[in-house]
Nanobody, 112 residues
Framework: QVRLVESGGDLVQPGGSLTLSCKAF????????MKWYRQRPRKAREWVAS????????TYSDAVKGRAFIYREDAESTVYLRMNDLTPEDTAVYYC?????WGQGTQVSVFE
């Protein structure tokens, strides 16, 4: 059974940085594209970033482009999302996704 476990969410001040992690279980991780989504308060869930299997092609939403970096460690079955220059608009629950599977989410809150 596939399971995705996110971690790394926190309360940060504007301008701060965070690295989110998502560890996958029960999955041939290295052969799968991995994605991050987020759901801001009172908004629909939105795609944030994707990383393909090798050669790890990365794509980003316009909302985070230039401030985010997605990377993967296949040996650890883990995908990461580094977010810099955080603003209150980044406040959201961040979810890891692969195919039809989702993690439980990790909360990122950005405010003074």
């Amino acid at each position: 059974q596939v399971r995705l476990v996110e971690s790394g969410g926190d309360l940060v001040q504007p301008g701060g940085s965070l690295t989110l992690s998502c560890k996958a279980f029960g999955l041939a991780f290295s052969g799968r594209e991995m994605k991050w989504y987020r759901q801001r308060p009172r908004k629909a869930r939105e795609w944030v970033a994707s990383i393909s299997k090798r050669p790890s092609i990365r794509t980003y939403s316009d909302a985070v482009k230039g401030r985010a970096f997605i990377y993967r460690e296949d040996a650890e079955s883990t995908v990461y999302l580094r977010m810099n220059d955080l603003t209150p608009e980044d406040t959201a629950v961040y979810y890891c996704n692969v195919g039809d599977w989702w993690g439980q989410g990790t909360q990122v809150s950005v405010f003074e």
